[in-house]
């Protein structure tokens, strides 16, 4: 089965601070996603990764960064946290190829930014 | 620009009975793919049912089925035989069939369940 970890499943922060989240995959796959879910807005798209050190934007990606040095981690970053940064991130793997087109979620981590 | 709308925040269904979720979305592209996640209340997103849009037989995963009509852009999730831990939020998503792998999903449906 696949598995997908992110490293912490509450965080609590203050503003201004670097935050970083991590997310592991076992499964070697090439693509990673980087999602925020808030309440009545369902899941929207941060970043995204199709390789090492390749990264792609996503729907919302003003006050982000990420980070993909190896193939099993991809790191999201949030420079200088602010509050309208308080979310629910999930982390997701997808493998690429024939029929291969179904993401793996991790448990995700509930920020809070005070 | 793709989108996905679910109209129900919230349903609820009674154990052993059948609800129907709704999902439409919007998009210009004739071939892409559609998707149910499933989120209970520890948040681990499962997939619980794919439709690839150029397949016009309804996709089925034992007590769960779509209703998927193309022309009306319409792709519902319905659950027989209700289960207790069938208790989530359900996220309808689509993927274009490309490689950007990029899945745009809708605001979600709450589904209660009642013993």
């Known amino acids: 089965d696949v598995k997908v970890t992110q490293s912490s499943r509450y965080l609590v922060k203050r503003t201004g601070e670097k935050v970083f989240l991590e997310c592991v995959q076992d499964?070697?796959?090439?693509?990673m996603f980087w999602y925020r879910q808030d309440p009545g807005l369902g899941l929207r798209l941060i970043y995204f990764?199709?390789?090492?050190?390749?990264?792609e934007k996503g729907d919302i990606p003003e006050g982000y960064s990420v980070s993909r040095e190896k193939k099993e981690r991809f790191s999201l970053i949030l420079e200088s946290a602010s509050t309208n940064q308080t979310s629910m991130y999930l982390c997701?793997?997808?493998?690429?190829?024939?029929?291969?087109?179904?993401?793996?979620f991790g448990p995700g981590t509930r920020l809070t930014v005070l | 620009a793709q989108t996905v709308t679910q109209s129900q925040p919230e349903m609820s269904v009674q154990e052993a009975e059948t609800v129907t979720l709704s999902c439409t979305y919007d998009?210009?592209?004739?071939?892409?793919?559609l998707f149910w996640y499933k989120q209970p209340p520890s948040r681990q997103m499962i997939l619980v049912i794919r439709?690839?849009?150029?397949?016009?037989q309804n996709a089925t995963e034992n007590r769960f089925s779509v209703n998927f009509q193309k022309a009306a852009k319409s792709f519902s999730l319905k659950i027989s035989d209700s289960q207790l831990g069938d208790a989530a939020m359900y996220f309808c998503?689509?993927?274009?069939?490309?490689?950007?792998?990029?899945?745009?999903f809708g605001t979600g449906t709450r589904l209660q369940v009642f013993p």
């Open positions: 990764s199709y390789d090492v050190k390749m990264k």
């Open positions: 997701a793997s997808k493998g690429t190829g024939f029929l291969v087109d179904t993401q793996y």
């Open positions: 439709q690839e849009a150029y397949k016009q």
């Open positions: 499964m070697d796959h090439e693509n």
């Open positions: 998503a689509y993927r274009r069939r490309d490689n950007t792998d990029k899945l745009i």
């Open positions: 998009t210009s592209e004739s071939d892409y793919y």
